[in-house]
């Protein structure tokens, strides 16, 4: 089993930024791809960004050029920097684990295995 604990949400304004965290313990493969997905009031949950065990990352177009994912192995952390924020990027967000064994960020919630509760980011206009 594979526990992760987002961290970092709250209430900004826009223009401003956050730091997600993501604290992953149990059998967490090394192999293993994190996403972070989003999900807004009465929407469906989104792909926003993703990091491979290799260093690889992959990005929804909405989050290009204004959030940056990274991880540190050493603490079973992945986080996720967001800069200038916008109303639109209010949602829940949560962090995720593939643990197959691929390079491969995948964008759709079916291909992730372990799930965190989720943190609540508010951007006000």
């Known amino acids: 089993q594979v526990q992760l604990v987002e961290s970092g949400g709250g209430l900004v304004q826009a223009g401003g930024s956050l730091r997600l965290s993501c604290a992953a313990s149990g059998r967490v493969a090394r192999t293993s791809v994190v996403g972070w997905f989003r999900q807004a009031p009465g929407k469906s949950r989104e792909f926003v960004a993703g990091?491979?065990?290799?260093?690889?990352?992959s990005y929804a177009d909405n989050a290009k050029g204004r959030f940056t994912i990274s991880r540190d192995d050493a603490k079973n952390t992945v986080y996720l920097q967001m800069n200038s924020l916008k109303p639109e990027d209010t949602a829940v967000y949560y962090c995720?684990?593939?643990?197959?064994?691929?390079?491969?960020?995948?964008?759709?919630?079916?291909?992730?295995?372990?799930w965190g509760q989720g943190t609540q980011v508010t951007v006000s206009s």
């Open positions: 995720a684990v593939d643990q197959r064994l691929t390079p491969v960020i995948r964008t759709t919630t079916r291909e992730y295995d372990y």
């Open positions: 990091i491979g065990w290799s260093g690889g990352t």
